[in-house]
């Protein structure tokens, strides 16, 4: 059973549209989530971790949102720049992460 | 700011054949990591390393797998005899502490087996 499911799987935006991204996770025992930033033939970057329900984290227009069963990545007034793909990941046992499959994003001008 | 380097960027094997990807984590990080990506698929974790021993591996890192950390910078996953289905962009992370933090991976090194 999948731990972590991301959707949409693919967001086509105007620039300074505002949405949201989803992330829901049955794992118990959260010890961390995280958001990475994925453009093509590159390695996730790394964007925020949360850990615990209520958390809030921002950086420039992208803000980070967690509750008991999700968590959100809202993209503010965005920029083609944004334009990427955003992973999810979570982290309950060991010091491995689960991933999502991610959503795939695109800002258009 | 502080990279982790893979090498190469991108590798062709025959079937078979033995690889050996490189990487050189971030100089004062002690946990060491390799997650593969199937194209179109999730990345998955493959195995990490601490104080020169695996400490967690998934199913997919098979005997087939092996890790080392042969001097104090580089961090290499060897896959013995390739497969067809061992195509995938390999990525190697590293993170300061245990627990609930971040890593920072590299930018991968594409393996496709022909």
């Known amino acids: 059973e999948d731990q972590v499911t991301q959707s949409p799987e693919a967001l086509r935006l105007q620039e300074g549209e505002s949405s949201s991204l989803n992330c829901s996770y049955t794992?118990?025992?959260?010890?961390?989530l995280f958001w990475y930033r994925q453009d093509p033939g590159k390695g996730p970057e790394f964007l925020f971790t949360l850990y615990s329900a209520g958390e809030e984290k921002e950086k420039e227009r992208l803000k980070a949102t967690l509750t008991k069963k999700e968590s959100f990545l809202h993209i503010t007034a965005p920029k083609p720049e944004d334009s990427a793909t955003y992973l999810c990941a979570v982290q309950h046992t060991g010091n491995q992460f689960y991933f999502g499959t991610g959503t795939s994003l695109t800002v258009i001008p | 700011e502080p990279e982790v380097t893979q090498t190469p960027s991108h590798q062709v094997t025959q079937m078979g054949q033995e690889v050996i990807l490189r990487c050189v984590p971030i100089?004062?990080?002690?946990?060491f990591y390799w997650y593969r990506q199937i194209l179109g698929q999730k990345v998955e974790f493959l195995v990490s390393f601490y104080n020169n021993e695996i400490s967690e591996k998934s199913e997919i890192f098979d005997d087939q797998f092996s890790v080392e950390r042969p001097d104090g910078s580089n961090f290499t996953l060897k896959i013995r005899s390739t497969k067809l289905e061992d195509s995938a962009m390999y990525f190697c992370a590293s993170s300061e502490m245990a627990g609930a933090y971040g890593y920072t991976f590299g930018s991968g090194t594409r393996l496709t087996v022909v």
């Open positions: 100089s004062n990080h002690l946990y």
């Open positions: 794992v118990s025992g959260l010890r961390g």
